[in-house]
């Protein structure tokens, strides 16, 4: 039975590989433009905001129990090594702080939001100018997000060229293997 339970590492896999198609849907879907597609379009955007929220915060209370589950290797010295620890708590709390800020939103709307039509994201106090800026902020959260996570990858796919520490196969599917 227990070779049926997936390992740390496993889990972690898949929860990193998991939560990066709703990132990548993020960086490219427009509320506004959604919305004007109609319900059913806006609806899939909303479900996608439930599962991403849901993965972030799967994602932060791990770390929060068990602390980072990666390391940096031997291979990795001075500065990168120096830059690791903190590059992946920007992007565990990067990710916590962006699932925050869209509880803030739905705070501070005018009616009641429902992450993926389900879950009532508290109950609306019809603030109007703070959810404009709260808006603001969460959007430049999130592409500050993004450029983290691009200068993460970056600093993986180095680290894997560069310093030949096998930095991308030890988060990459199994099956990938033999072209890394």
């Known amino acids: 039975m227990r070779h049926l339970i997936p390992t740390r590492r496993t889990a972690l896999k898949a929860l990193h ?18 919305r004007r597609m109609g319900p059913r379009v806006f609806q899939f955007h909303s479900m ?15 770390m929060l129990r068990a602390g980072l ?9 001075g500065w990168p090594r120096r830059l690791f620890r903190p590059l992946h708590l920007t992007l565990v709390w990067g990710l916590f702080l962006v699932a925050f800020g869209g509880l803030l ?15 009532p994201i508290g109950v609306p106090l019809n603030k109007p100018a703070a959810h404009h800026w709260i808006g603001l902020v969460h959007t ?7 450029a983290v996570v691009a200068f993460h990858a970056g600093f993986h796919i180095w680290r894997h060229l560069k310093l030949r520490d096998n930095a991308l196969r030890i988060m990459a599917p199994r099956i990938f293997h033999r072209y890394l």
């Open 17 to 34: 590989w998991g939560i990066i198609p709703f990132f990548v849907w993020f960086i490219f879907a427009d509320p506004d433009a959604l």
């Open 48 to 62: 996608m905001g439930l599962i991403f929220v849901t993965l972030a915060l799967i994602w932060t209370a791990w």
């Open 69 to 77: 589950l990666s390391r940096p290797g031997p291979k990795l010295q």
């Open 105 to 119: 939103l739905g705070l501070t709307a005018s009616f009641q939001m429902k992450a993926g039509g389900i879950i």
């Open 140 to 146: 430049y959260q999130f592409y500050a997000l993004a």
